[in-house]
Every structure is written in C-alpha cells, then in structure tokens.
C-alpha cells in the first residue's frame, strides 16, 4: 500500500517538474505511455531496458542484505559487457556465449574485489572507492575499445558486431536474456532467504559485532557479498552485450547501475518486489526518450530517482519505529 | 614538464578539494556522513551560474550559489536526524536529485549554451579556502562549539546525557558545511570564466570526501590531502600526450591518475581508527 502511494507522490513529483519546465503533463503523459506501452516495440524496448535493471538492482540488493552500498553496479556492469564482447568475438556460437558469460561474471567480480576489502579490512567507505571504480572503468573500457579492439571499419570507438551464433534470440517482444535475468534474480533471492550463506549475509547486515559474536567472520562475509555481488552486476553486462547490444561500446552503460540503487531501494527487503520495482524503472527509461521530445529535461528522472529513494527510506524507518511498538 | 605550471595547476585544482573537505569536515566530525558534497556542490555551480547570468552580479550568484548548497545540506539533515534514515541513503538520493534538478536547470534556463556568466577571480577562492582552513582548526581546537561538535560524532548518547543537543549542533555544523560546499562549487564558474557546462562537478565532492578521510577528519589533514589529490590531478594534465618508457600511453589512462591515487590512499590508510566515532548513528 505504501509503495503504491510512493510511485503516486513520484507521478505527483514529475508532473510538477513538468510544469517549472513549460511542458504539458497530460502530453507528457501521453507521450509516456505510448513511449513505454503504446506498440509492440514500445513494450519489446521496455523490456530490454528492464532486463539490465532487474539484474543489477538484484546486485546492489543482495549487497544491501549485507549492509554494503554497491554503488559501482555500474563500473561492474561495464567492465563485465567488454570481456563478454571480447570472449564472444574471439570464440563464435554457444560455447563462446557461455565462456564469456563467465569471464564477465568473474571480471564483474574481480572489480568489485578491491571494494569489499578496502571496506571490511581498511575501514575505507565504500561508496568511494565504489565511485573510484566506476569512474576508471568507463575510462579504461573506453581507451581499449578506442584501441587494440576497435573495429577499423567504425566511425566511433566500438568492437566489431557479434555474428548470428552468438546472439542470444527474442520470442515476438520477450527477450531470452530477460528469463535468464528472472531465474538468476529468483536464484538470487532463494539464496539470501533459504540458504546458511544468506543468513550470514543478512546478521552482517543487521549488525556486524552481533554477526562477530555469532560466530560469523562478518569481513570475510562483507567481502564475500561484495564479489558476489559484482559478479552479477557482471553477468547483466553479458546478457545486455549477447542478448541485445551483441558489440561493446564507449559510453556502454545508460547509467543502469545507478537506477539499479533505485530498484532495489523501492524493492526494500523483500526480493520478489523486485520485479515490479525493475519494470517501473524500466517504463521510465524506455519512456524518457519520447518525454524529451515532450519538453521534459533529461534530468527529471534523476530528480524523481532521489525524492523515491528518499521517500522510500522515511517510509522504512516508520515501519521500523512502528514494529519496535511505540 | 614545467613545474610552474605544475604548482599552479595544483594550487587551484586543490582549492574546491579543500573546500569541500571542510565542508565535509564539518558535517562529519558532528557524526553525520556526507556524500552529499558532490550534490551541493552541483547544485551551487547551476544556481551560482543562473543568478550570475541574470542578475549580472558575480557576489549576487555566488551568494544564491551557497543558499542552494545550505538548502541541501538542511534536508540532508532532517532526512537524517529528524526522519534518521540511513546517511549514506539520503545522500545518494539528494546527489541524485541535485544532479537531475541541474540538468533541468541548464535546459530550461539555457545556461551551458556558450555564454559567460560574470565571475569572482578565482584567487578570492584559494584565499578562502586557507582562511576556512585555519577557521576550522581554530573552532575544533579553542572554541566550546567545536568541543559540542566533536562530542556530538564522538558519542551522541553521551553528549545527550551532558546536556548537549546533537540534532542542533549538527544543523549548524551542516550549515557550515552548505557555505564551504557553495563556495566550491561558485569556484568552479570562476575557475571555467563563468561557463558553465553539464557535469562540471565531476566527481569532485567524492575525492574531497576522499581527501577527508586520508586527512583523518583533521581540518590540516584535509589541506594535505587535497593538495595531494591535486598534485596528482595537475600531473594528469601535464603528462597526457607524452609517452611512458617510450609507449604511447592514451590520455585515458592519465585520466584514471586521480581516482586511482584515491584507491591506494584509501587502501593505505587504516580509515576507521581516526573516524568520529559516532559517524552515522543518532
């Protein structure tokens, strides 16, 4: 019920946006719709741009569980879509597909490594180093698809196109890679609520000295969590690369990564809410375009991003408040 | 290489690191984490710009500049301390806002479309930052406000129990906080001759937050740290273009210089022993 209230005051944000910026809300809204719903493309787009956003909202959640703000879903995404583009490019067909889905969740990994360990064992935040990452993500992926894996015949910085065998394929709108995304988002989920390994996570998250008297190495599982989740975020830069963008180029992320802290904030603590919280980023992503051909700035959706996540936290800490039993 | 040039580039790179390090300072060692630099900065340079340009006034824009940065930094604090919701959350969301409601602002009002707003000269800026530097350790050390602030990040709690009132410190201190961030961020018009583009801020309020840390949330610290920041920043600019042992090297991986020495200063520092040890808790 409160969530539902949250996207109304959202609607209610945007429609004041609109107004300071002279453009019209009910064509806005017009415009949203059909942006995002109106055609078979429409919906197809919309469900491409869910795809990324479910898979590394499920990142920066699984990451929440545990206390840790993975801010650099992006960097991890990015880093993981140029290894999947290289392995498959080197390797045609299924095997390729499937090596360097591996080698993206590993790289996704392997660049979140230095997070998790700067924060569990230097006491560094890590949002920072978090950030430090994305940022020289974006520019190392950029300088190697600038350079030894440009394809010459490009105008712009970009690998050369994956052949048919390596593509990942659509049923009529439904993208196969967004059922992957679903079962590994599923998966994702069943571990933190069922398995030893997600109580673990989730007692570091409540309270790592708790965790610590538990019995539980709380920086070995923030560490762990940390890898864990940025192997994810990995894995969603293979899908998008095989099952959509099938090439890498600079400027690859359209800030999936950043949105995904939205996913999983108004997704709180329960991973089946997900879903929905990933589908209404992803209605606004595909429907941003055709908003700023309505008159709306680029920068409404961020503005509507933080007002949810802020509102969204305020509402958690009542609930809280509320259950302790004042 | 021309260490002039290099000492310049560095005296001014280091000034928005400082002043919002400060600025950070202050918010910080009352217990109150502060992502949200790299948002009150961004939202003083778009509202510093837009005032410039319409009032014609550089101190006019600079003035409305910092109101927007303390505006921030207020809900910032009654998003944490009055709703305590968590302090890195209510960062995230007040950068996220801050940068969308900048992009909005720079289309509606045509800010980055290749004319100058009138500016302050930047020096004014390097002078102030020293004199906020000093201020603080000034106020830290002698004063009974800086011992309330301390006691406040130290152990809420406690200060409770002597009397002190947190929530209230802890407003003045992020009201300082929104000056020092409005200062930064009117800086970097200055720094651009009063153009103003999208994105300027770039990630500056996370390395002043950086230099915080390194600097063990110690006003001097600071000051070193962002001058190391910005020693690095300026050798950035100086080596592009010029090869590595005889490599090309491509002027991303000069780029990456920064955030990289950021990485390594965090990994080398041992963060949490100098931290307030109330940092985030009510």
């Known amino acids: 019920m409160k969530r539902i209230a949250i996207v109304i005051g959202c609607a209610l944000l945007l429609a004041a946006v609109f107004a300071i910026a002279g453009a019209s809300p009910s064509g806005a809204f017009d415009a949203f719709v059909k942006g995002s719903l109106g055609s078979p493309s429409a919906i197809a787009g919309t469900l491409r741009e869910t795809t990324p956003l479910l898979l590394c909202g499920a990142a920066v959640f699984l990451a929440l569980q545990a206390g840790l703000f993975n801010i650099g879903a992006d960097g991890q995404f990015v880093v993981g879509a140029l290894a999947a583009a290289v392995i498959g490019l080197k390797f045609a067909g299924p095997a390729g597909v499937a090596l360097g889905t591996v080698a993206a969740t590993l790289t996704g990994a392997l660049w979140a490594a230095p997070v998790g360990w700067i924060k569990a064992y230097r006491g560094g935040h890590e949002v920072i180093t978090a950030i430090m990452l994305n940022n020289i993500a974006a520019f190392l992926t950029t300088a190697l698809v600038a350079g030894p894996f440009r394809d010459p015949g490009q105008q712009t910085p970009t690998t050369a196109l994956l052949g048919p065998s390596s593509q990942l394929p659509s049923w009529g709108p439904v993208p196969s890679g967004l059922l992957i995304a679903i079962l590994a988002t599923v998966a994702i989920g069943w571990w933190i609520r069922r398995s030893v390994g997600g109580f673990e996570l989730r007692a570091v998250g409540r309270s790592p000295r708790a965790a610590l008297f538990a019995g539980v190495d709380s920086k070995a599982v923030q560490m762990r969590a940390m890898i864990v989740s940025g192997g994810i975020a990995g894995l969603a830069g293979a899908i998008q690369v095989f099952a959509f963008s099938n090439r890498f180029y600079a400027d690859f992320s359209a800030g999936y990564g950043f949105n995904a802290l939205g996913v999983a904030l108004l997704a709180g603590q329960s991973p089946v809410a997900l879903g929905p919280a990933a589908i209404f980023f992803g209605l606004l992503t595909k429907a941003s375009a055709s908003l700023q051909f309505a008159g709306l700035p680029k920068g409404a959706a961020n503005v509507v991003l933080g007002c949810l996540i802020a509102i969204s936290a305020v509402y958690r800490y009542r609930d809280a408040r509320q259950r302790e039993g004042e | 290489m021309n260490v002039a040039n290099l000492l310049l580039g560095m005296l001014i790179l280091a000034t928005p690191l400082l002043l919002a390090g400060l600025g950070g300072w202050a918010s910080e060692r009352g217990g109150v984490i502060h992502i949200a630099l790299e948002g009150a900065m961004t939202i003083a340079t778009v509202v510093c710009a837009w005032v410039s340009m319409a009032s014609d006034s550089p101190g ?55 004319k100058a707003a009138p500016a302050l000269p930047v020096g004014v800026f390097v002078g102030l930052s020293w ?89 001097r610290g600071v000051l070193l740290a962002s001058y190391a920041f910005a020693f690095f920043m300026a050798l950035q600019i100086q080596m592009q273009g010029s090869a590595l042992f005889g490599i090309q090297v491509p002027r991303e991986v000069w780029y990456c210089l920064p955030y990289a020495a950021t990485i390594a200063a965090l990994a080398l520092s041992k963060g949490k022993t100098q931290a307030p040890a109330g940092l985030g808790r009510s």
């Open chain 2, 60 to 114: 006019l824009g600079l003035l409305a500049g910092i109101l927007a940065s303390v505006l921030l930094s207020a809900i910032h604090w009654l998003l944490t301390q009055v709703y305590r919701i968590d302090h890195v959350v209510s960062g995230m969301s007040l950068n996220a806002a801050a940068i969308g409601l900048a992009g909005v602002f720079d289309r509606v009002f045509h800010l980055s479309e290749g």
């Open chain 2, 131 to 219: 004199i906020a530097m000093l201020g603080f350790a000034f106020l830290s050390d002698r004063t009974k406000f800086g011992l309330y602030l301390r006691a406040s990040g130290a152990d809420p709690a406690k200060a409770r129990q002597l009397g002190i009132e947190p929530i209230r410190i802890r407003l003045a201190g992020l009201m300082f906080s929104g000056v020092l961030c409005g200062l930064a961020g009117a800086f970097l018009i200055s720094n651009a001759a009063g153009y103003y583009t999208d994105g300027m801020t770039a990630g500056r309020g996370y390395i002043a937050l950086a230099a915080l840390i390194l600097g063990g949330w110690k006003p």
